[in-house]
């Protein structure tokens, strides 16, 4: 069987794919499994060289790569351009640093062992299943497919199946530098394959998506008790203090919000506003809204729903919000035109309304006055999600962010810790847990491996049956010298 993907703005077909059964989903892990042992024996040099290799493809590619993102999901090709660039930052970063995050390291075995060596080091799982999310086709999926890869393993990729040309282009063009093995597949079909391959024979899966797709990504996955990383989504929150730069402030939160068409995971849905500078940053945000304009051509602000399904919800979340006694400072509910959505900026919604729990991914902000940051972190962290947020203050932003509860934090810019590749990635409560980027992403794809050596032999040996009641004294003695 196959599939269509289409391009959202114009209904156009993009390509033709196959709708991978479990049966094919079966092959690429069993083939991937051979290919997993190769790479993991070729170490990290030679992985270093291929994954540099990689980038550069991808680089000379860069403006082909960027127009394919475009037809395929719809954004802006200055935007996916931009999006493939961060990938490659991530690419290049993964391959340079693996063997010195994951190189066998030295520990002290303490005083009561000090006869052993002590060391840990850190092995490849095998295989690692990865899915892709469809709003960042490029830069999200490259975020665990680099470092699974440049830690050793092998990869099974499921692309979203509204970017199956994308994840496509990825894998073929990762062939071209490592032709001798298949390292990195990819597996196209919808939400069936991307179970199939949670319950195959993966070591380890990464998926971007929902968090009801991810409770049920972990449920395939709990039979073989498969461990995962999963990244959710989530309510990002931005918190303008009363002595913030406000151009700045007004400026990274309409972009944060309404960019691909404020379908972004890590984009500002929330704002919570300190009261004295409330109405003076509503404005400027309103004024800067109200001149973006989306489309198809070269001179929009962003482009479609990728998704009909999300325009729904979009307008719900607006009209739910106003009859909750919301007020609509741009736009409204006829701001969805499909496959549109023109910029909502909403205010005074009710924290209990559907628009203030549920993640939108639309071009909708929602800024709210508070009296006190106090107030703004504790209606932020009302939120059962918990992945990103900004804060915008001129001496207070460190220690705002160390309250929030949220796996990352910008402090007076927005989603920049996207772009550090040093920096974890990932979130907390129904945004999910597990990071990619940086070390932590790197020690994901890689399994500790804890190993003690016996150095210098003593006479004193209590872990044996032809122990004395003298060497367990002895030990006791010893150790309350030490500890006591």
């Known amino acids: 069987m196959t599939f269509d993907s289409l391009n959202p703005a114009t209904n156009q077909v993009v390509g033709t794919f196959a709708d991978c059964a479990p049966a094919d989903v079966d092959a690429a892990v069993a083939e991937a499994r051979e290919s997993a042992r190769w790479w993991g024996e070729i170490g990290f040099k030679e992985r270093r060289k291929r994954l540099l290799a990689w980038r550069s493809v991808l680089l000379d590619r860069i403006d082909e790569l960027a127009h394919l993102v475009c037809e395929e999901v ?10 493939i660039g961060l990938a490659v930052a991530h690419i290049d970063w993964a391959a340079k640093n693996a063997a010195k995050v994951l190189r066998r390291r030295q520990v002290s075995p303490g005083m009561l062992l000090g006869n052993h060596g002590a060391s840990v080091r850190y092995l490849p799982y095998g295989v690692v299943g990865v899915i892709g999310p469809w709003n960042y086709p490029v830069f999200t999926p490259i975020g665990a497919i680099a470092y699974a890869l440049a830690a050793g393993n092998a990869v099974v990729f499921k692309p979203s199946e509204f970017s199956p040309a994308v994840g496509t282009q990825l894998a073929e063009s990762f062939a071209e530098v490592v032709g001798e093995q298949h390292v990195l597949q990819v597996i196209t079909g919808a939400g069936a394959t991307g179970a199939a391959l949670a319950a195959s024979e993966v070591d380890k899966i990464a998926f971007t998506g929902s ?19 999963l990244e959710c989504g989530g309510k990002d929150v931005a918190i303008v203090d009363a002595d913030a730069d406000l151009e700045l402030a007004a400026q990274s939160i309409v972009w944060a919000g309404c960019s691909n068409a404020g379908q972004t995971c890590i984009g500002t849905e929330r704002v919570y506003v300190h009261q004295d500078v409330y109405r003076k940053l509503l404005q400027r945000v309103v004024s800067i809204a109200e001149g973006l304009r989306p489309g198809s051509d070269a001179g929009a602000s962003y482009g479609p729903m990728t998704l009909a399904s999300q325009s729904d919800v979009v307008r719900r979340h607006i009209a739910t919000a106003l009859a909750d006694g919301a007020r609509a400072v741009l736009g409204g509910v006829e701001s969805v035109r499909e496959p549109y959505v023109h910029p909502v900026v909403l205010t005074d919604v009710p924290e209990t309304s559907d628009a203030m729990r549920e993640e939108t991914f639309g071009p909708v902000l929602i800024v709210n006055s508070v009296a006190s ?42 989603i920049a810790f996207a772009g550090i590749p040093a920096l974890p990635f990932g979130g907390v409560g129904e945004s999910g847990f597990g990071r990619v980027h940086g070390a932590d992403g790197l020690r994901e794809f890689a399994r500790s491996q804890a190993v003690a050596k016996l150095r210098v032999p003593i006479p004193i040996v209590v872990t044996s049956f032809e122990r004395t009641p003298s060497a367990v004294r002895l030990f006791v003695d010893i150790l309350r010298r030490l500890r006591g």
């Open 74 to 83: 719809g954004k802006p090709v200055e935007d996916a351009t931009l999006e």
């Open 211 to 229: 968090s009801a797709t991810g409770r049920k990504i972990l449920a395939a996955c709990a039979p073989r008790l498969t461990p995962a990383i």
């Open 373 to 414: 940051m106090q107030d703004a972190v504790a209606r932020a962290n009302s939120s059962p999600y918990g992945l990103g947020a900004a804060v915008f203050s001129g001496a207070n932003g460190q220690r705002i962010a160390s309250e929030l509860r949220t796996g990352m934090v910008a402090v007076n810019s927005v």
